[in-house]
């Protein structure tokens, strides 16, 4: 089994514990800055579990996931030589430059589409710190973000129960991806209106 399954498997595990939303919140502030394995994966279960407290669940998740983009913009603001060394070793560093010519062209919404999608928060919470993003902007475009995904995972859950968990894990991604390429092409056509 590969690294990320086992990182999988645990997380599912955490799900089930008794200090479970300890956990959550744990992992919702780890995954922000340097975790792998988003939140989603113990969000879901545990609103399945208590869908009566899904909504607490989603609110749990992003406060603590704005917090750990918090570490991970001073993670990139003061020590991104620390951390530059280790994008050019798991190779992402072309992500980052990426990420980066994204900043200097929408800036707050290039913040509120990772916060939204599948795509890997902590490159951007680094990133947003490394240009030196405002912090006001990247705190609002985080939790609007974050916030509009988390409630979003405990609404459908809670509501549409196992089934609509099933779904969601087999179409996370498309989904994400769906929002993303909206929230470019409406970008795109302002800045070319």
């Given at each position: 089994?590969?690294?990320?399954?086992?990182l999988?498997d645990?997380?599912?595990?955490?799900?089930?514990?008794?200090?479970?939303?300890?956990?959550l919140?744990?992992?919702?502030?780890?995954?922000?800055?340097?975790?792998?394995?988003?939140?989603?994966?113990?969000?879901?279960?545990?609103?399945?579990?208590?869908?009566?407290?899904?909504?607490?669940?989603?609110?749990?998740?992003?406060?603590?996931?704005?917090?750990?983009?918090?570490?991970?913009?001073?993670?990139?603001?003061?020590?991104f030589?620390?951390?530059?060394?280790?994008?050019?070793?798991?190779?992402?560093?072309?992500?980052?430059?990426?990420?980066?010519?994204?900043?200097?062209?929408?800036?707050?919404?290039?913040?509120?589409?990772?916060?939204?999608?599948?795509?890997?928060?902590?490159?951007?919470?680094?990133?947003?710190?490394?240009?030196s993003?405002?912090?006001?902007?990247?705190?609002?475009?985080?939790?609007?973000?974050?916030?509009?995904?988390?409630?979003?995972?405990?609404?459908?859950?809670?509501?549409?129960?196992?089934?609509?968990?099933?779904?969601?894990?087999?179409?996370?991604?498309?989904?994400?991806?769906?929002?993303?390429?909206?929230?470019?092409?409406?970008?795109?056509?302002?800045?070319?209106?």
């Amino acid at each position: 089994m590969s690294l990320f399954g086992r990182l999988y498997d645990k997380t599912l595990s955490w799900s089930r514990h008794p200090h479970a939303e300890r956990y959550l919140a744990g992992l919702s502030f780890a995954e922000s800055s340097f975790f792998p394995v988003p939140p989603d994966v113990m969000l879901a279960p545990m609103a399945l579990a208590r869908n009566d407290k899904a909504m607490r669940f989603a609110l749990l998740t992003t406060i603590a996931s704005v917090l750990g983009g918090l570490l991970g913009y001073l993670i990139g603001h003061f020590g991104f030589e620390l951390v530059e060394p280790w994008l050019h070793k798991l190779h992402y560093y072309e992500k980052y430059l990426t990420v980066r010519s994204w900043f200097d062209e929408w800036g707050f919404w290039a913040m509120l589409i990772a916060g939204f999608s599948p795509i890997p928060y902590k490159l951007f919470t680094i990133t947003a710190g490394a240009v030196s993003m405002a912090l006001p902007p990247f705190v609002a475009a985080s939790a609007i973000g974050r916030g509009a995904r988390f409630f979003l995972v405990s609404f459908l859950i809670a509501k549409g129960g196992e089934r609509m968990e099933h779904h969601i894990r087999r179409y996370i991604d498309a989904i994400g991806w769906a929002v993303v390429a909206l929230v470019v092409a409406y970008v795109g056509y302002k800045t070319l209106a």
